[in-house]
């Protein structure tokens, strides 16, 4: 039957206590068991963006002029954001709600500023690696138009050659991401740079994932004197935007990321200004109207919390479980797909059906992603995992070892996220 209002309004003492028991089925996060999603890095940041956003959770984003406050921690939350990624002096950006609105943004800006600045026969075409977030296939499909996934290349990388090859004259935007969800890899995004400034090409490099680590990885990677990371920011050329999600590695609450271009110009083709109704001119740089205070409060309220130094210490303990779980993987037959090397990993089992083994560790409480092509189990870790890594490494391998010894099949051939 259909819910309707309730007639009287019930104590919140009471409301808590249900809520409290609706989530009691949920994957239990707090305990380390979700490696998608949920970005751990401790209770007491989770407060300080708890805290952040309730002290701004009326007001709003849509009324700069209303709330100077907020416009004033966007334009830090955006200028820390463009220190961190090299960009120049010239170099602009937006918050926004996630990574699929900051993708979104930067496609619609390219759209926009390719029409005016470019000569398009037919309909406008984005050209990405097969890797790259479904994002921008709905970014495609609303902003009406063409997309092609381009093969990968050894190491599930974006193919520089292919995508060359996939470019023609409607094509308005190149992307790598840096690293990719599904193996947690680098595309080679100089290549890809090289590639946008040869063809004039707008390069976007989806760092939704790495935007707010990578700069701390590569911190921990030197006192390691381990191989430096791939380049991926403003330092390259023909890097034109960048999405990079605070709501993941920013440790901020929920509906926060940021969209960077490299210049001013770039970043006036996102805005949409609209004047013809009764109240006059409304100016809206994202897709939202209403923008909720809270979420641009947490965000700053988080990034100057940890700061610098608390970042890398995060990064540290993110780098000792995925390298963890790389030598589990030696250890035991396990695969590692690619050479990931920030914070997603993904292995599979040569001898045995690796999504079986996924079944069994999602029945036993363990919440993570799986990959196909080639198949394994996929996770995103958080800096707090470094206290249930055993725990889970032994689940891996009871699982793994069941489904090596009863040859047992995936209960389903589709993986599904929603
Ligand atoms: C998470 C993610 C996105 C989309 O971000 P949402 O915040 O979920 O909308 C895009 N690209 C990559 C690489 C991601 O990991």
Excluded at 211 to 216: D, E, K, M, R
Aim: one cysteine or more; charged letters at 20%.
């Amino acid at each position: 039957m259909r819910k309707a209002l309730p007639e009287h309004g019930t104590d919140w003492s009471e409301l808590e206590s249900s809520l409290h028991a609706a989530g009691s089925r949920d994957v239990k996060w707090r305990e380390g068991r979700a490696a998608v999603y949920v970005f751990n890095s401790g209770e007491d940041v989770m407060q300080v963006a708890h805290d952040a956003y309730g002290l701004f959770i009326a007001e709003n984003g849509l009324g700069p002029a209303a709330f100077p406050s907020l416009k004033r921690m966007e334009q830090e939350v955006v200028d820390i954001a463009l220190s961190l990624q090299n960009a120049p002096a010239d170099a602009a950006g937006s918050m926004s709600s996630g990574g699929t609105e900051s993708i979104l943004l930067a496609m619609k800006a390219c759209r926009d500023w390719s029409l005016q600045h470019r000569t398009v026969l037919g309909m406008p075409k984005v050209v990405v690696p097969y890797s790259a977030h479904p994002a921008f296939n709905k970014g495609a499909h609303l902003l009406g138009l063409d997309i092609v996934r381009v093969p990968l290349m050894d190491g599930y990388r974006a193919d520089p050659q292919a995508m060359a090859d996939a470019v023609d004259d409607r094509t308005i935007m190149l992307v790598g991401s840096a690293p990719c969800f599904p193996y947690g890899v680098f595309d080679p995004i100089e290549a890809l740079s090289t590639l946008a400034t040869e063809r004039g090409i707008w390069l976007h490099v989806d760092a939704c994932v790495g935007g707010y680590l990578s700069p701390f990885m590569a911190k921990v990677r030197e006192e390691r004197q381990l191989p430096a990371l791939p380049a991926w920011d403003f330092s390259l050329p023909g890097v034109s935007s960048m999405s990079l999600d605070l709501h993941k590695y920013g440790y901020a609450a929920k509906g926060a990321s940021t969209v960077l271009y490299r210049d001013k110009s770039l970043h006036a083709s996102q805005i949409f200004d609209f004047a013809d109704w009764p109240c006059g001119r409304m100016s809206t740089p994202t897709f939202a109207g209403t923008r909720p205070g809270g979420a641009i409060a947490a965000a700053w309220a988080v990034l100057h919390y940890l700061g610098q130094h608390g970042y890398v210490d995060r990064a540290r303990r993110i780098d000792h479980v995925r390298e963890h779980i790389a030598d589990f993987c030696g250890q035991h037959g396990l695969v590692v797909h690619g050479d990931p090397v920030l914070s997603i990993i993904a292995f599979g089992d040569p001898s045995a059906d690796i999504l079986a083994a996924g079944e069994g560790l999602y029945q036993a409480g363990w919440f993570s992603s799986r990959v196909r092509k080639p198949d394994g189990i996929q996770v995103m870790l958080s800096p707090e995992h470094d206290k249930v890594i055993d725990a889970y490494l032994d689940e891996v391998l009871r699982q793994v070892t069941r489904v090596r010894e009863t040859g047992a099949r995936r209960a389903s051939a589709e993986v599904r996220y929603s």
